[in-house]
């Protein structure tokens, strides 16, 4: 969250991806926010229809587990069309 108004200021929309519901609420009343997907990283695929310009990720590569990384970030990748940041 620190990054957000960084983010906006610079005019991005900002989609956040949560896997934890009881923070989805908190996340869906900040202002800013564009919108919540309530998905674990791990489980997208081509049913997520965006495409984003930027992919940042500041919390939460260090909770997949060594067997799926690769996989997980072919995956964020096939969704980011300029960058990844981890």
Known sequence: M?????????KYAIDVLEVFEPNI????QIPWINSVIHKDVKDINESLEKKYDIIFRRHGPEHIE????H?????????ANKLVIL
């Not at 060594?66 to 990384?69: A, R, T, Y």
Request: charged share 40%.
């Open 2 to 10: 620190d990054f957000g108004k960084q983010f906006l200021k610079n």
């Open 71 to 79: 996989s997980t970030l072919q995956k964020i990748e096939k969704h």
């Open 66 to 69: 060594k067997e799926h990384l």
């Open 25 to 28: 609420d908190h996340l869906k």
